[in-house]
């Protein structure tokens, strides 16, 4: 049996992570669970699947599991550092990277540096350093598995096929809750609304994210890194019904597109199974007869700018992903308190990028601290705006 840690065992994808293991027994041990501050469900947690570790950053929260579970066998551990020297202490199986934000980047190299595969669910990890991680996943022989619905469709679609047949890589995307808008009709709309996917269940932070097309803009530069293609052969396309989930153009013209019903348990149980494939659930089979015609087409890029700021990113290279990854973090935040409006999020991500100095090749330390300067810039732009 193989051992499994999961990182935001509490969220959306953590939470379905362990569905796609109750499905299947005896695949895998879960040794580690680590969440934010959640501490009622981990608790849940701890005592159904008996990890011998659960971690929670929020140290408060930390307190509070250690006495609820003071009757398990159970290590509780209380900070990020206590989370980074158990990651790189121990090998496991598998390490599914499912922590929103930037708070998942020294969690993921420190599993990296241990010799643990990831499964990726964490696009800011790539986003904002994503020159380290394929590094050191190369020095280290660690396999890295995307996680979400579209890489995973691409690393299904290029298993077997060398880089150089690649024509070009095509990101299909839902259009999110307000597809057909026009930037004056996304003056006005709520976080409430955001959130309201049309077709996914996800977490606030990425249901917002898919909402702008910044999640689009986030995969794009994922996909350059998690499979070396170069920026100007990865496409996007709107795709309202999410059933083509990616395609891959060889070069003689063949398409491959991987299909499937819209569920992340499919992405999250091939990542756990890969190289093999488990049996799926009922559910998860399409009933080709019943499927609604498959429609395509061009995002609109005046509308969602987030796209095009995503790849600027990409092509700029150096820390700019990081200050687009970082600024979009603050922004989104802000938006679903209500402090900031939805056309708000790209004009001061565009804002902050203008005013954050470049660095053409960061280490670590200048990504948190280029993350520290946006932090700076963006109060002084809320401050100039009150």
């Not at 709309?189 to 269940?201: I, L, S, Y």
Request: charged share 25%; aromatic share 6%.
């Amino acid at each position: 049996m193989r051992d499994l840690a999961i990182l935001g065992s509490t969220g959306s994808v953590g939470v379905q992570t362990l569905n796609v293991l109750d499905r299947n027994p005896g695949k895998y041990k879960v040794r580690l669970l680590v969440a934010r501050a959640n501490w009622r469900l981990l608790e849940e947690q701890a005592r159904r699947y008996t990890p011998e570790t659960v971690v929670l950053t929020q140290e408060d929260a930390a307190k509070e599991l250690h006495y609820r579970l003071r009757d398990m066998p159970i290590k509780v551990l209380a900070g990020e550092q206590a989370l980074a020297e158990q990651l790189e202490s121990v090998r496991y199986s598998m390490v599914v990277a499912a922590m929103v934000g930037h708070a998942g980047l020294l969690p993921v190299l420190s599993a990296i540096r241990a010799g643990s595969d990831i499964a990726l669910a964490n696009k800011e990890v790539l986003v904002m350093a994503g020159h380290l991680v394929t590094k050191l996943c190369r020095e280290k022989g660690v396999n890295l598995i995307p996680l979400d619905s579209e890489h995973s469709a691409i690393f299904q679609c290029l298993r077997g096929h060398p880089r150089g047949e690649v024509r070009s890589i095509i990101l299909t995307a839902s259009g999110g809750p307000f597809r057909g808008m026009s930037a004056a009709e996304l003056e006005h709309v709520t976080p409430d609304q955001a959130v309201r996917h049309p077709n996914w269940r996800m977490g606030a932070k990425i249901s917002v994210d898919s909402a702008t097309l910044m999640n689009k803009g986030l995969e794009v530069i994922e996909a350059h890194w998690l499979f070396g293609i170069e920026p100007e052969k990865i496409r996007v396309v709107i795709h309202p019904q999410s059933i083509v989930h990616s395609m891959v153009e060889f070069i003689d013209g063949s398409v491959l597109a991987q299909l499937g019903v819209v569920s992340m348990e499919l992405p999250i149980q091939y990542a756990l199974s890969w190289p093999r494939r488990w049996p799926g659930a009922r559910e998860h089979y399409i009933d080709w007869l019943q499927l609604p015609p498959l429609h395509f087409e061009e995002p609109d890029r005046l509308a969602f700018p987030c796209l095009d700021l995503a790849r600027a990113a990409l092509t700029e290279g150096g820390n700019a992903p990081a200050v687009l990854s970082a600024a979009n973090d603050l922004c989104v935040e802000a938006f679903l308190q209500g402090a900031m409006g939805f056309n708000e999020i790209p004009r001061v991500i565009a804002e902050i990028r203008k005013r954050v100095p470049w660095r053409p090749n960061p280490g670590v330390e200048e990504i948190f601290e280029t993350v520290a300067q946006v932090k700076a810039e963006f109060r002084d732009i809320l401050k100039d705006s009150e």
